[in-house]
């Protein structure tokens, strides 16, 4: 991770990784897909869903901007056709709301270290120029001092077009990494193509959102690796996903 894109995390609470998969992936993904694969979390759906878990373009992004013991919470697919409504902007670090319960969702930045709790690495299958819609955010708002709650109803429901509200372009094989302490959103959709996105959600080794966990026993050959970002939360004696080489 360069520091320019450490610069722009810290102040966007998002960042666009462009080119994570090769055409040749985006096209496996997408036939499996029409296949009829659609249901249930996308690790499930075959080797190269799987390998998603922990990609090695966006596995150091990973521990660089949540940590060592970094494991994936959960993971689930966006459909959308043309005209497609999903949900409004929501997220921060109180729920929009006093007392609201979305502990996990943080942000802190000391002696120049990111660390962060719920995070998302959303993998496009398809593209979403600039006015499609889809994912979107108030940049910068991960370091906000008010909630959700002084944002108007209307904005956060996309009926109000305002210039704080960000919906990035991205193109087929780019990934957007955010933090869930980000006020964020889905725009509707308004490409003629299907959006087809693919979020993979992970927190710190001693935290979750999801209380589902995940069954290894339905999961083929998966490394060592794998196994440890897919464990169930713990702290003591948790190690490392990427063990030191030995001398």
Not at 16 to 21: P, Q, R, T
Not at 58 to 65: F, G, H
Not at 179 to 206: C, D, F, N
Request: with cysteine; glycine share 12%.
């Amino acid at each position: 991770m360069t520091d320019e894109e450490k610069f722009i995390f810290d102040l966007e609470g998002y960042l666009v990784i462009k080119n994570v998969l090769t055409p040749d992936e985006v096209a496996e993904m997408n036939a499996i897909i029409d296949q009829g694969n659609r249901e249930g979390p996308p690790s499930l759906w075959g080797d190269p869903f799987k390998k998603l878990i922990d990609h090695p373009k966006t596995l150091p992004y990973l521990i660089e901007l949540i940590g060592p013991k970094v494991r994936l919470d959960h993971d689930y697919a966006i459909f959308m056709t043309e005209g497609e409504r999903r949900g409004r902007l929501h997220g921060g670090e109180d729920g929009g709301r006093p007392g609201g319960n979305e502990g996990d969702h943080w942000y802190k930045c000391r002696d120049g270290v990111i660390r962060n709790g719920l995070c998302v690495m959303t993998y496009f299958l398809t593209g979403a120029a600039e006015g499609d819609g889809g994912f979107a955010c108030i940049p910068g708002s991960h370091k906000s001092n008010f909630s959700t709650g002084t944002v108007p109803d209307e904005v956060r429901r996309f009926e109000r077009p305002a210039h704080y509200v960000v919906q990035p372009a991205v193109e087929a094989g780019d990934a957007l990494f955010f933090t869930e302490a980000v006020i964020h959103g889905t725009m509707p959709w308004r490409a003629t193509h299907e959006r087809r996105s693919l979020l993979y959600k992970y927190s710190p080794g001693h935290s979750a959102w999801s209380g589902n966990f995940y069954d290894l026993s339905k999961y083929a050959e998966l490394t060592e690796q794998q196994r440890q970002m897919l464990m169930p939360p713990s702290i003591g004696g948790r190690p490392d996903v990427i063990q030191e080489e030995p001398q």
